[in-house]
């Protein structure tokens, strides 16, 4: 059973929401204000968070910043009000939201937003060698790389940088962590990294030029999403 913690304020909205998402068959837990949902997060095992972003004592973007800074990959769902900007929806997914709705939303959608994302977080199948995305699948140790069923040729480097981000999902990578941990001893410029990418996109993207898997981060790097 999917674990879900939602982070709201207002009484009326959280417990609609866990009443919802209960009906469908998850386990959810709530938190009122940003302190405690951080705290929840940290200590308890959650496949997602829905997270208002206007909260008590610590606003939604800040969770999120302490979250992936300590590390935590848990899919997050931000919730704003109708009227917010553009650019803090942007803010949102830069410190690694991984969507972004506003309120008022119906249980209906919510409750769909959230199924897709959990499929999208990726799931390891039912043993450690197989890994899942999409309609992507990747076998570890036969080194090969389906997508919608037909075999994928990567090349040696591209099925390392697939991997080094399977293993670090919601993570943003700095390039110049993928250069030391991806491509191991050999020396290579700092730009070398951006190509290479765009090629393993081509291939296991549907839509390279708006991926929804190897998503740049600007300045920074990239980052995984299931």
Not at 168 to 197: F, K, M, N
């Amino acid at each position: 059973m999917d674990r879900i913690l939602i982070v709201e304020d207002d009484k009326a909205i959280r417990m609609g929401f866990k009443d919802d998402l209960e009906f469908e068959g998850f386990e959810v837990a709530t938190a009122e204000n940003g302190t405690d949902g951080l705290k929840h997060v940290l200590r308890g095992d959650y496949d997602l968070v829905i997270l208002d972003v206007l909260l008590p004592g610590m606003s939604g973007f800040e969770v999120v910043k302490r979250l992936r800074a300590a590390g935590v990959a848990t899919p997050i769902l931000m919730l704003t009000a109708a009227r917010t900007e553009e650019v803090d929806k942007v803010v949102g997914l830069e410190l690694g939201a991984d969507d972004y709705v506003t309120k008022p939303i119906g249980s209906r959608e919510l409750v769909a937003r959230a199924k897709a994302i959990l499929r999208r977080t990726g799931r390891k199948a039912n043993c450690d060698d197989t890994y899942m995305f999409g309609d992507v699948e990747v076998h570890f140790k036969s080194r090969e790389v389906l997508k919608a069923g037909r075999p994928l040729s990567l090349t040696a480097l591209e099925f390392k940088l697939l991997k080094f981000f399977i293993d670090h999902p919601g993570e943003v990578l700095s390039r110049d962590r993928i250069l030391d941990e991806a491509w191991g001893d050999a020396v290579v410029a700092y730009r070398t990294v951006d190509p290479h990418i765009a090629h393993l996109r081509k291939k296991i993207e549907t839509g390279p030029a708006h991926p929804v898997h190897i998503i740049s981060i600007r300045s920074v790097g990239y980052r995984f999403l299931a």
